[in-house]
């Protein structure tokens, strides 16, 4: 199957930093990516669907100034969390789909971040 | 928005015995997804099944569309069986957003 590939798996960062997790599709061109947080204990909710060339959509209730996404080209999605607090830590996931309708989505290895 | 609801939320076996998760959505969907995630919280696909019935050794799973449910059986079920197994839909309308449930949380034990 198609492979998307994360990066960092996982970070620490200071309080009132800003951390940068890509989202690579390395086999395939993505056009719309997605990104997931998922707190301890809890399922994955989507907070951002990322489209190459344009902007992100973002779902109810996620601070699009706080959770900044590019998606610049076919193939890479960053989700920038800014001014990150300790509340921001928290287990994300992306995905891709390798073309538009009602296919198979493939997930990336998530990053772990933990704000301190 | 669609629902997602599995079950049960959690589940504890012995060594060797087989199990059943559900996954019951509330909407038409044209695609689900079965996932484990393990201790490292990587998610591993094991099933993409909108409809219809597809195996992998000691895995299955069925998705009834009409009906609006999915399950997974594990058979003879191993230690590093264990970990929490989701269903995620997608429901076509924003193709690719995923809807995920709750989770079932498997423990094997030895």
């Known amino acids: 199957g198609a492979v998307v590939s994360q990066h960092p798996s996982r970070v620490i960062c200071k309080s009132g930093t800003s951390v940068k997790i890509e989202c690579r599709s390395l086999?395939?061109?993505?056009?719309?990516m997605f990104w997931y947080r998922q707190f301890p204990k809890q399922s994955l909710m989507l907070m951002a669907t990322?489209?190459?060339?344009?902007?992100?959509?973002?779902e109810q209730g996620v601070e699009k100034d706080k959770f900044l996404i590019n998606h610049a080209s076919l193939t890479l999605s960053t989700l920038t969390v800014t001014s990150a607090h300790p509340e921001d830590s928290s287990f994300y996931i992306c995905?891709?789909?390798?073309?538009?309708?009602?296919?198979?989505?493939?997930f990336g290895q998530g990053t772990r971040l933990t704000v301190v | 928005g669609i629902q997602v609801e599995q079950s049960p939320p959690d589940l504890i076996l012995q060594e060797g015995a087989n199990s059943t998760l559900r996954c019951n959505f509330s909407?038409?969907?044209?695609?689900l997804q079965w996932f484990h995630q393990n201790p490292w919280g990587q998610l591993i696909n094991l099933f993409y099944?909108?409809?219809g019935t597809k195996q992998n050794g000691r895995l299955s799973a069925t998705t009834v569309a009409t009906e609006r449910y999915s399950l997974l059986y594990i058979s003879s079920s191993q230690t590093t069986d264990s970990g929490v197994y989701f269903c995620?839909?997608?429901?076509?309308?924003?193709?690719?957003?995923?809807?995920f449930g709750d989770g079932t949380t498997l423990t094997v034990k030895p």
């Open positions: 909407d038409s969907v044209n695609n």
């Open positions: 086999d395939f061109q993505a056009t719309t």
């Open positions: 995905s891709a789909k390798a073309g538009a309708g009602y296919t198979e989505a493939f």
């Open positions: 099944i909108p409809s």
């Open positions: 995620a839909v997608d429901l076509g309308t924003n193709a690719g957003k995923s809807t």
């Open positions: 990322s489209n190459e060339g344009s902007k992100a959509t973002y």
